[in-house]
């Protein structure tokens, strides 16, 4: 709860008091402070406080009353659509994402699927993605970092000759497991079943970082946890 006042030349401290009903007095608990605003922290939310504030000799100010109300941060959310050149979060991974590699072992197009993300954290300077697949040993298929603070989507990338060309917007393309600093679509290995991916965004309150070379979400938050300030995934599976 934040109070203010208008401040008196020359006073240096201001009693402030309160409860958790009308008809506050001089008597009830106090907290004390050298200036206005004051903001008024440990309140229990939908219940009604009350306040008056004295200083030097004066009388006390106009009882004042509000409720305090929890506020509610809109979530960080990563999401993807079909209709717009994606997927379905939870659903196949389709095709044209998929990895172009070992003569037939998978036959995609490694286009990058749209993904976009709202709700970004208050203090964000940059985002990171990673993609990877627990399924296959962790593997990863994406280290995207320094992605501008002012960038919430990703549009769908057409590769050519299986490599997807990404826009500056879209941050810098680190090293991922295939050994190319690139993306690189879903692979399953044939006989391995359906393999799950999982498309992560961080925002940093770092600006840029070092180089990505491999690395993994774990590994990430790890090195990272102190300048993380929100993330959000989603998954998508394949099969060979």
């Given at each position: 709860m934040t109070l203010s006042w208008t401040g008196i030349t020359d006073i240096a401290t201001y009693m402030i008091h309160f409860k958790a009903e009308t008809g506050v007095t001089i008597n009830d608990s106090s907290i004390s402070s050298n200036?206005?605003?004051?903001?008024?922290?440990?309140?229990?939310?939908s219940t009604?406080?009350?306040?008056?504030?004295?200083?030097s000799t004066a009388p006390a100010t106009s009882e004042v009353c509000a409720t305090?109300?929890?506020i509610t941060v809109p979530t960080f959310t990563l999401t993807s659509n079909s209709a717009t050149g994606g997927f379905n979060p939870g659903s196949a991974i389709p095709v044209e994402f998929k990895y172009n590699f070992n003569a037939g072992q998978c036959t995609g197009n490694n286009n990058f699927p749209n993904l976009s993300w709202t709700n970004t954290p208050v203090g964000t300077n940059s985002f990171v993605l990673i993609v990877e697949d627990?399924?296959?040993?962790?593997w990863v298929h994406l280290n995207l970092y320094n992605i501008p603070?002012?960038?919430?989507?990703?549009?769908?990338?057409?590769?050519?000759?299986?490599?997807?060309?990404?826009?500056?917007?879209?941050?810098?393309?680190?090293?991922?497991?295939f050994g190319s600093n690139q993306w690189g679509g879903p692979c399953p290995p044939s006989?391995?079943?359906?393999?799950?991916?999982?498309?992560?965004?961080?925002?940093?309150?770092?600006?840029?970082?070092?180089?990505?070379?491999?690395?993994?979400?774990?590994?990430?938050?790890?090195?990272y946890s102190a300048n993380i300030l929100g993330s959000s995934q989603i998954t998508g599976t394949s099969s060979f």
């Amino acid at each position: 709860m934040t109070l203010s006042w208008t401040g008196i030349t020359d006073i240096a401290t201001y009693m402030i008091h309160f409860k958790a009903e009308t008809g506050v007095t001089i008597n009830d608990s106090s907290i004390s402070s050298n200036s206005s605003p004051y903001v008024h922290t440990g309140l229990t939310n939908s219940t009604k406080y009350c306040y008056i504030i004295v200083y030097s000799t004066a009388p006390a100010t106009s009882e004042v009353c509000a409720t305090p109300a929890a506020i509610t941060v809109p979530t960080f959310t990563l999401t993807s659509n079909s209709a717009t050149g994606g997927f379905n979060p939870g659903s196949a991974i389709p095709v044209e994402f998929k990895y172009n590699f070992n003569a037939g072992q998978c036959t995609g197009n490694n286009n990058f699927p749209n993904l976009s993300w709202t709700n970004t954290p208050v203090g964000t300077n940059s985002f990171v993605l990673i993609v990877e697949d627990p399924t296959g040993g962790n593997w990863v298929h994406l280290n995207l970092y320094n992605i501008p603070s002012t960038t919430s989507s990703i549009s769908r990338i057409v590769a050519v000759t299986n490599v997807a060309t990404f826009p500056a917007s879209a941050g810098t393309l680190g090293t991922n497991d295939f050994g190319s600093n690139q993306w690189g679509g879903p692979c399953p290995p044939s006989g391995t079943g359906t393999h799950t991916y999982y498309f992560k965004i961080y925002a940093l309150n770092s600006s840029s970082i070092g180089a990505m070379s491999k690395i993994k979400r774990a590994a990430f938050e790890a090195t990272y946890s102190a300048n993380i300030l929100g993330s959000s995934q989603i998954t998508g599976t394949s099969s060979f």
